[in-house]
């Protein structure tokens, strides 16, 4: 866990992270917001500006490390994740929140006595914080499929997302690699950037395939290619093809794959926080502000929901802040009525 100042003798910005006071015993917070993507970025800048005491812990794990762009974001569209996470850093951090690089492993809620709770954050280098309000937003991993070469090419010729990456490499060789059957609609999706696709099976039996699917990947123009792939061929450092089992190479220069979503909601776990099972993955159950069921925790980004972009996750970020602005201050203004 660190601590990174602001600013150096210098007095210029070094990656983004401030000292911040907290409390006087620099242990209390108004908000501690659980990760530092755009969904808790975002969330600081609301607190920050809304004149709360805030804290910021972040693993520096976000979900979109290995793209050297982040797309569909006006205003920010082709822009690295990386400069927009600094960026987001420089901002919040000059409102008065605290940014810290580290790990929260355990969190606890305390019964005040009074009707409402705090929190106990536990941090990976034994510093334990409190916060009066909570935002979780520590988003998922991909999983990759076991294929030789996929990790090694993720986020530049293989891809997850047509919305992300489909412009860059449009009227390319598509392929696609199946996962389960749900994997035909990733193919059908690709064909609006490529009229070039082929479907490739893998482990995959074309029986589990719909007539339906089979028609609309007919009408798309997308091949279906049954067998196992086995690797992936690349020369200069570009994909080049598909290699199956049977040792045939197919020609393609674009790879889309399905990964796996692993949500990280072992803190959400930890409170009781009710989750929905969904086909990609246990996910908290939130109102329209990312409420979850445990008063006091928001959830934001990543941590909702496996299809949540870089601009959705900011938005979420932003209404769970500016909820709990207001929850705070209606709380205050309750317990300074009732003395």
Known sequence: MEVVSMTEKSGKPRDGFAHGTGERDGTGYDVVVVGGGAAGLSAALVLG??????????????????????????????????????????????????????????????????????????????????????????????????????????????????????????????????????????????????????????????????DQDLRRLAAAGVDVVPGEVAGLVAEDDRLTGVRLADGSVHARSVLYVGPRPVPRTSLLERLGAELSETPFGAYPVVDPTGLTSVPGVWAAGNAVGFAEQVVHAASGGYRAAAAIVGDLLMTDLDTATTG
């Open 49 to 210: 500006r809304a004149r709360l005491r805030a804290l910021v812990v972040d693993a520096g794990e976000p979900r979109n490390a290995p793209s050297s762009h982040m797309q569909g974001y006006l205003s920010r569209d082709g822009m690295s994740p990386a400069a927009f996470l600094a960026a987001g850093r420089e901002e919040v951090a000059g409102y008065g929140v605290e940014l810290l690089a580290g790990r929260v492993t355990d969190v606890t809620r305390n019964d005040t006595g009074t009707g409402t709770a705090d929190f106990t954050a536990l941090l990976d280098g034994g510093r334990t914080v409190r916060a009066r309000r909570l935002i979780v937003a520590t988003g998922l991993k991909d999983e990759l499929p076991a294929v030789p070469g996929v990790a090694e090419r993720f986020g530049r010729d293989v891809l997850h997302c047509p919305f992300c990456h489909g412009w860059e490499v449009r009227d390319q060789p598509f392929g696609v690699l199946a996962s389960s059957a749900m994997s035909v609609h990733q193919a059908l999706m690709v064909s609006r950037w490529s009229k070039d696709v082929v479907f490739f099976l893998h482990t995959v039996a074309e029986e589990e395939l719909s």
